[in-house]
């Protein structure tokens, strides 16, 4: 496909311009960033993953009836998605404490939590995406209280069909990052799941040896990043060298 005009380049990713009105065409980098991009480098071919992890996820959500901007898979590094209005909150979705959890009120990585924690981030990069309450998001006019519960309910139902999905591979989802976007129909929006579900924004871990399959091991220099990545593909029963 012809390159088309970027919209927006981001840390891992790109967005252009797509075919018919309404489409953008996503495209995976292999760079990786981490601490609000005071850390960069690449992860060799994870690009290449991660939009066949995204695309393997985002289409099961779809049949479990999450509506997400995910059209379909165009080639090694791209997806055809549709455009949505991003929301400016990053959903964190918490099973096990680790990392900003546990730094910010001392409790111990790994330790199993009480029920599910929902957290927001405020999408900004100058501000270090900082986390914000309900009442921050309600009072700011971020989003409705109507679009809060669609993205939290739909939040709860992803983690549930992930927690299986991931265990059925000895992957124990520790958290994960989502984003949600609007799209206009007339006067009327409704939310949809947006951006991409990989290693690059969960915490997996091995269920046997508590081995780290995502970003961490780079935001941590474990090294091993791409195997990790494929380790994750190939449990998933994707990337059997089909392209
Ligand atoms: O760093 P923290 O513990 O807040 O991250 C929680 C989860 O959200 C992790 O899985 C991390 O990969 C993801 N995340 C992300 N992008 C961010 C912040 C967090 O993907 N900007």
């Not at 984003?179 to 690059?200: H, N």
Request: with cysteine.
């Amino acid at each position: 496909m012809a390159r088309r005009r970027q919209i927006y380049e981001g840390k891992a990713k790109i967005l252009y311009e797509g075919p018919e009105p309404g489409t953008l065409i996503q495209y995976f980098k292999d760079d990786a960033t981490a601490f609000n991009a005071q850390k960069k480098g690449t992860i060799n071919g994870k690009g290449v993953i991660n939009n066949r992890i995204s695309e393997f996820v985002f289409t099961r959500l779809s049949h479990i009836g999450i509506p997400t901007h995910f059209i379909r898979r165009l080639n090694m590094r791209e997806q055809l998605i549709r455009q949505v209005e991003i929301i400016p909150l990053e959903v964190i979705v918490r099973n096990v404490a680790a990392g900003s959890l546990s730094r910010r009120l001392g409790i111990e990585e790994g330790e199993l939590l009480p029920h599910t924690l929902l957290e927001y981030c405020y999408k900004d990069d100058g501000l270090g995406d900082p986390l914000v309450s309900e009442e921050e998001i309600a009072c700011f006019n971020w989003c409705s209280h109507e679009e809060m519960q669609d993205i939290s309910s739909m939040a709860i139902r992803i983690n549930d069909f992930l927690c299986g999905m991931f265990s059925a591979i000895d992957i124990r989802l520790i958290d994960f990052k989502l984003e949600f976007g609007r799209i206009w129909d007339g006067d009327y929006s409704r939310v949809i799941l947006a951006d991409e579900i990989s290693p690059d924004g969960c915490r997996l871990w091995d269920i046997n040896t508590g081995e780290k399959l995502d970003k961490d091991r780079f935001r941590r220099d474990l090294g091993g990043e791409s195997e990790a990545y494929q380790e994750v593909a190939r449990r998933l029963g994707i990337l059997q060298n089909d392209d």
